[in-house]
């Protein structure tokens, strides 16, 4: 009888203990996590060859943003770009520019309380993707389907840093999108992760932190989380719990090999996630969205040649070019489609 009570003595005292650690430490991850690194976004300028746009949220707020190579009726496809915290639209004249002397059309948008489009009263975003933002890119989507000259135009999702990973989930949720190139992005838990190891120091000692199981670890952070979203009156999106709907033959990662923030570990973590079959270029001598400025040419030379394998652009122009127009000709580029495996 003794050793039962023994027993019974011993759980309630670490249910107690258990639950007391998790209530001093997950404010103190929380913390860790709203911690927002210093980026220097450079401010892009206006583009006086661009056709404005704008188009609402679910929610009613007013998303602006911008067409480059508009122009165009006979496009090889949509780069639907997505810049990353504190960029604007402008600045995909900069990262797409592979793309609009290829013919591609791109489409580029201010998400809400960021540059041009209107503010959520009560949010302030932070480099943490959240269903804010994701509503943000469904109004996009919505948009893209309702204009007659980009509801039919095969799309590829291009993003920067959050942006990478508001372009990775837009891949798992809609399936028009066909591409996907994420340009210094993370996973939201894999990120809180490494963080966490690196500044456990400042919340409980590492010899403890050590010692805890792993899914004790993992239930601290996932409070600490809930904690953040409770504060900031949001909700996180998260990658892991998605990627399954991702085609990761279709992604392209790029990082920069000297990225203090989204590491090379990191970028090889979120690979792993996304599967063998995706592609990750980790750029030497880059640091965080500076990969492109670095290494200009052989940046443009991958994110055009992921694009033509992708959306089959070169076959799309080609089936265009000679079969003339109307049913007869719509029949045989079906048919042209068909023997190339499309």
């Known amino acids: 009888m003794v050793v039962i009570y023994l027993v019974i003595g011993i759980l309630i005292a670490t249910f107690i203990f258990e639950r007391a650690f998790r209530r001093f430490v997950a404010p103190k991850i929380r913390d860790i996590f709203e911690n927002m690194p210093p980026f220097n976004v450079p401010v892009e300028p206006e583009n006086a060859a661009a056709r404005r746009v704008e188009f609402k949220t679910a929610d009613g ?22 810049p990353e915290l504190h960029g604007n639209h402008w600045m995909a004249q900069r990262y797409c520019q592979a793309f609009l002397n290829e013919r591609f059309i791109v489409l580029s948008f201010d998400f809400r309380n960021q540059g041009e489009s209107d503010t959520l009263a009560g949010y302030a975003p932070i480099h943490w993707m959240t269903e804010y933002e994701m509503a943000d890119v469904e109004a996009a989507m919505e948009f893209i389907g309702s204009n007659e000259q980009l509801a039919e135009l095969p799309i590829l999702a291009y993003g920067i840093s959050r942006g990478g990973v508001a372009a990775l989930l ?10 996907v190139i994420a340009d210094s992005a993370f996973g939201t838990m894999a990120m809180i992760c490494f963080f966490v190891d690196r500044f456990v120091k ?15 670890v993992n239930m601290t952070l996932r409070q600490g989380v809930r904690l953040s979203e409770s504060g900031r009156n949001c909700r996180y999106a998260h990658l892991e719990s998605e990627v399954k709907g991702l085609e990761s033959a279709n992604v392209l990662l790029i990082s920069g090999a000297r990225d203090s923030y989204v590491t090379p570990e990191i970028a090889r973590r979120l690979h792993e996630m996304i599967g063998s079959e995706a592609d990750l270029w980790i750029v030497p001598g880059a640091k965080h969205n500076m990969s492109r400025g670095l290494q200009t040419d052989e940046y443009d030379r991958r994110i055009l040649a992921h694009a033509r394998k992708c959306l089959n652009a070169e076959s799309d122009a080609s089936v265009k070019e000679g079969l003339g127009s109307g049913p007869a000709a719509v029949s045989r580029m079906s048919e042209r489609l068909a023997s190339q495996g499309l």
């Open 61 to 82: 707020l007013v998303l602006r943003g911008s067409l480059l190579n508009a122009e165009i009726q006979d496009a090889a496809g949509l780069i639907l770009f997505l």
């Open 202 to 216: 400042h919340v409980i000692p590492e010899w403890v932190y050590f010692l805890l199981p792993k899914w004790h």
């Open 170 to 179: 837009a891949g798992c949720r809609y399936p028009r999108i066909r591409a």
